[in-house]
């Protein structure tokens, strides 16, 4: 089992930056993403990557915006927000699983997630 706990997350206006972090222990993962969920909507994908960090994956939405990396070293996925958009408000929760999928369905450990809000 992979335990998983998020920071970084905030309070920020449209259009700033913003990085979370995630910090893993136990056993690693071979695949590391990031979800979202905005209040009355479903858990969405993010970004995901690879055990090298090499193969990524993003959501439209995140597409030139955001930018996920990790760490292995240090036991650490990050992702890199920029831009960012009263849309963009949500938990953000990082996720181990096998490989990088889109499905939360793919991902086995969870963190308990990091609230993100983005208001003028």
């Known amino acids: 089992q992979v335990q998983l706990v998020e920071s970084g997350g905030g309070l920020v206006q449209p259009g700033d930056s913003l990085r979370l972090s995630c910090a893993t222990s136990?056993?690693?993962?071979?695949?590391m993403g990031w979800f979202r969920q905005a209040p009355g909507k479903e858990r969405e994908f993010v970004a995901g990557?690879?055990?090298?960090?090499?193969?990524?994956s993003y959501a439209d939405f995140a597409k030139g915006r955001f930018s996920i990396s990790r760490d292995r070293a240090k036991n650490m996925m990050y992702l890199q927000m920029n831009s960012l958009k009263p849309e963009d408000t949500a938990i953000y929760y990082c996720?181990?699983?096998?490989?990088?999928?889109?499905?939360?369905?793919?991902?086995?450990?969870w963190g308990q997630g990091t609230q993100v809000t983005v208001s003028s």
């Open positions: 990557i690879g055990w090298t960090g090499f193969s990524t």
């Open positions: 996720a181990a699983g096998r490989v990088i999928g889109r499905s939360l369905f793919e991902y086995d450990d």
């Open positions: 136990g056993r690693t993962s071979a695949a």
